[in-house]
């Protein structure tokens, strides 16, 4: 026979001990803020248990969420201010009282109203959760982590990215402007937004842009005259998309000088097209019979198109004074959103999956 060790002896004789004396009293433990422990009877009667969990689950269900955090102003320099959309906002009240106030450094920044920068303002926005840090120069109108995902509107002013700050592997932000979108992983994108014109610049990383307008050719900061109609060539993806990489740069603008309520019709037209488009591809993925080699890869360049098209609408419309063609197109977008993204109306605020 093996020999034991004594102190594994007196660890045996222990152990045992400790069991004999919770089988002769168990009574004595105790819990400290625990649930209850059912009885035996309750344990067998599936009702009682059913009823138990249903209890439980009311419970928690009755707690109210917790409110989203807000992206928050790390850096301030000159003047920005909040300035509500249409003088209200969905934070009600509570938000009214804010507009007009001027942002601090540190503070929180609503996602749902616009913010004027003044002449040579310039502000940095941080995300919650991603840490990704996004800044607008002044002068111009802005908004920063629409509907509190990495989304920024550009109406005018300039948009500047900061690499290596928060990214996330297959995460973008989306920069919405009246002309067009630009998305991007990791890059160092600048974008500026004046008056009948959107000047996209990509100095390293990669970018895509998009837009319904006419673009000018691709061309890189240190022209090569036999490599830029290649180039643009090349970059102009079958999805509408144009590939920004390296050391690039291209310029949306118009193509018909148009006023802002036709300007926005026609974004809205372009939104609703793309939606159903979009809504048709899920439809045929959805079908028992689908290739989805073929239809899959289709319905997710739909929904980045009509996400785009319906982003450039939303900004559009939301810088319209209000009228019943502004509530008109709103309806319009919200209807068009449950099309390319069911179930996840959002009423013109840009949100997105």
């Given amino acids: 026979m093996p020999r034991i060790s004594v102190p594994l002896l007196r660890l045996a004789a222990l152990f045992g001990a400790a069991s004999v004396a919770f089988a002769c009293h ?3 433990t105790t819990t400290t803020d625990a649930a209850p422990v059912p009885s035996a009877s309750a344990a067998a009667d599936p009702s009682a248990s059913a009823s138990a969990v249903a209890s439980v689950a009311a419970s928690a269900s009755a707690r109210p969420a917790p409110p989203p955090q807000r992206c928050r102003a790390i850096s301030v320099a000159g003047t920005s201010t909040l300035t509500a959309i249409l ?5 009600g009240a509570a938000l009214d009282a804010g507009i007009g106030a001027t942002v601090a450094e540190s503070a929180d920044l609503p996602d749902d109203v616009w913010i004027d920068l003044q002449k040579d303002a310039k502000l940095t926005a941080k995300h ?8 607008f120069i002044g002068p111009g109108r802005v908004r920063s982590c629409v509907a509190h995902a990495e989304e920024a509107w550009v109406a005018s002013g300039t948009f500047e990215s900061a690499p290596s700050s928060g990214e996330r592997p297959g995460a973008e932000e989306w920069v919405v402007t009246p002309l067009g979108v630009v998305r991007y992983a990791s890059s160092r994108v600048e974008i500026a937004v004046t008056a009948g014109k959107t000047e996209v610049k990509v100095t390293s990383g990669v970018a895509f ?3 319904d307008e006419h673009a000018s050719a691709l061309t890189p900061s240190t022209p090569k005259a036999k490599e830029g109609a290649k180039d643009a060539k090349e970059a102009a993806l079958p999805d509408g998309w144009t590939r920004l990489e390296g050391t690039r740069s291209v310029t949306f603008t118009p193509k018909s000088p148009a006023k802002p ?3 926005a019709k026609a974004a809205v037209d372009r939104c609703t097209l793309a939606a159903r488009g979009s809504m048709a591809l899920a439809t045929a993925v959805a079908s028992p ?3 989805l080699a073929q239809v899959a890869p289709r319905h997710v360049i739909a929904r980045h198109v009509a996400r785009a098209a319906c982003d450039v609408a939303q900004l559009r419309v939301a810088l319209l004074p209000a009228s019943s063609a502004r509530d008109a197109f709103t309806t319009a977008l919200k209807e068009a959103d449950g099309e390319w993204r069911p179930g996840r109306p959002h009423g013109g605020r840009g949100r997105h999956p």
């Fill in 26 to 28: 168990p009574s004595t």
């Fill in 87 to 91: 003088g209200t906002t969905s934070a």
């Fill in 128 to 135: 919650p959760h991603s840490t990704r840090e996004t800044t």
């Fill in 209 to 211: 842009a998009w837009s």
């Fill in 261 to 263: 309520e036709e300007s």
């Fill in 289 to 291: 019979d689908a290739s």
